[in-house]
């Protein structure tokens, strides 16, 4: 089975510009969650969607928005780029249909976001 | 502010000996925790988890132990190999809607 992807692997964009990054999560999961991680740091939640509900956000400025679709796959996208954006963006999908395993995230490779 | 806590940034064992990583937490509400492994240029991947109702949890060789009156869990791996050797984080989370991440310990198990 094919685990979560994530496209682009890399990005160069320029201060100011808007990003789109996409997730597929794994067949049959329907919850993708977004996640930032700078250098030497650990993952720090942005979204999870639920049903293409949002059921939760994390602490970052309405620059970032994301969406899911009927399929389950997902966008995040952020605008007015700035240079403290740049870092690996990932995607983590969960069953999300409750009881214990919808905890369970599995993480895509990642999108690398560099802001010049 | 960090709400899960991985104060050692480093840890090296010996082939065949214990690992112990150590996570600690600030929020009386998270109600799941989760360990992961972080190779370099892939994802995190899925190691081991454990309810806030239960204080331990075992999968083969790795064992989490959870201590609430703490705000406490660790992560025992036993024994180690060299293809443990990774970054592992620990992640906690409420009502599986929001996850918090500790920062990481590289592990380092020497053949």
Redesign the interface.
Known sequence: DAG?TQSPTHLIKTRGQHVTLRCSPISGHKSV?W?QQVL??????IF?YYEKEE????NFPDRFSARQFPNYSSELNVNALLLGDSALY?C?S?P?AGG?R?????????TRLTVT | DQQVKQNSPSLSVQEGRISILNCDYTNSMFDYFLWYKKYPAEGPTFLISISSIKDKNEDGRFTVFLNKSAKHLSLHIVPSQPGDSAVYFCAASITGNQFYFGTGTSLTVIP
Do not use: I, M
């Open positions: 979560v969650s996640y030497g740091q650990g993952p720090q939640f999870q059921r939760g956000r994390g990932l983590a969960s999300g214990p919808s905890y369970e995230q599995y993480f895509g490779p990642g």
